[in-house]
């Protein structure tokens, strides 16, 4: 949570989508990151968790919680310029922000860390007109997690971007450690392909290769402290 708290620039109208227990809008104000926090909650039960927490927090009254489906709780009057989305699928972090209501104009600026699948997410922002402007890992209870800066362009933006391209950038101090386990992963991806007898093994075997190899590449760079 800290983490994506850095990523909130200050004094912005901000947007918790999905905030089961309210704890991130309680936070970006305990640390004074924003004045004005709305959190948004599609379950009754964690909706119920939230209302609960608000009303025992001394910051609670300051929190606008609603009950509704994503982007479509908000209003254009609200003036919310970024939304965070975090702790769910990349899928269905896809169908909340397709979902975006063109009057939010002043939205453009998305915070996203998926649970699942954070390749598919980043390969998927682009074509649907996302430029991802900062990448960033936390880690929690021993877990890596992938967290996007993603801004809204006119249009699809072309280019995706290659996987570490930003967090190598920015020298995250967790790279290493991920990219370790993502080596791992891809090599034990490999070895199983190379049991396999799906009709598919070849095509994918040379995707995974490809991926190694890039990995590698990345990890050298990060080895050599470039
Ligand atoms: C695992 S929690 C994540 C909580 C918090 N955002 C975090 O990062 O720790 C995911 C929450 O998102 C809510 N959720 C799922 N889809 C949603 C949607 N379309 N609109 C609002 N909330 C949603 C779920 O009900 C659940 O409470």
């Known amino acids: 949570m800290a983490k994506i708290a850095e990523?909130?620039?200050?004094?912005?109208?901000?947007?918790?989508?999905?905030?089961?227990?309210?704890?991130?809008?309680?936070y970006l104000l305990?640390?004074?990151?924003?004045?004005?926090?709305?959190?948004?909650e599609v379950g009754d039960k964690p909706f119920a968790r939230a209302q609960k927490n608000l009303e025992?927090?001394?910051?609670?009254?300051?929190?606008?919680?609603?009950?509704?489906?994503?982007?479509q709780a908000l209003q254009p009057q609200d003036g919310v310029e970024i939304a965070v989305i975090a702790g769910l699928g990349s899928g269905t972090i896809g169908e909340i922000l397709q979902q975006?209501?063109?009057n939010l104009d002043k939205l453009d600026t998305f915070i996203l860390q998926p649970?699942?699948?954070?390749?598919?997410?980043?390969?998927w922002l682009p074509g649907k007109g996302f430029a991802i402007a900062h990448e960033a890992l936390a880690k929690d209870d021993g877990r890596l997690y992938e967290i996007f800066l993603a801004v809204c362009q006119d249009g699809s933006v072309s280019t995706?971007?290659?996987?570490?391209?930003?967090?190598?950038?920015?020298?995250?101090p967790l790279l290493k450690e991920y990219l370790d386990l993502k080596l791992g992963k891809t090599r034990l991806i490999?070895?199983?392909?190379?049991?396999?007898?799906?009709?598919d093994?070849?095509?994918?075997?040379?995707?995974?290769?490809?991926?190694?190899?890039?990995?590698e590449r990345l990890m050298d760079i990060v080895s050599k402290g470039k």
Request: net charge positive.
């Open 30 to 40: 305990e640390q004074g990151i924003s004045d004005s926090v709305i959190a948004v």
């Open 190 to 199: 490999l070895e199983s392909l190379s049991r396999s007898r799906r009709k």
């Open 56 to 71: 025992d927090h001394p910051l609670g009254t300051r929190v606008d919680l609603r009950l509704g489906d994503g982007l």
């Open 100 to 102: 975006k209501p063109p």
């Open 7 to 26: 990523l909130v620039p200050s004094g912005k109208v901000v947007a918790d989508i999905g905030t089961d227990h309210a704890l991130l809008p309680l």
């Open 160 to 172: 995706s971007l290659p996987f570490g391209e930003k967090l190598l950038e920015n020298e995250d």
């Open 201 to 215: 093994r070849d095509e994918l075997r040379r995707k995974f290769a490809k991926e190694l190899k890039k990995l």
């Open 115 to 123: 649970m699942t699948r954070p390749d598919d997410l980043r390969a």
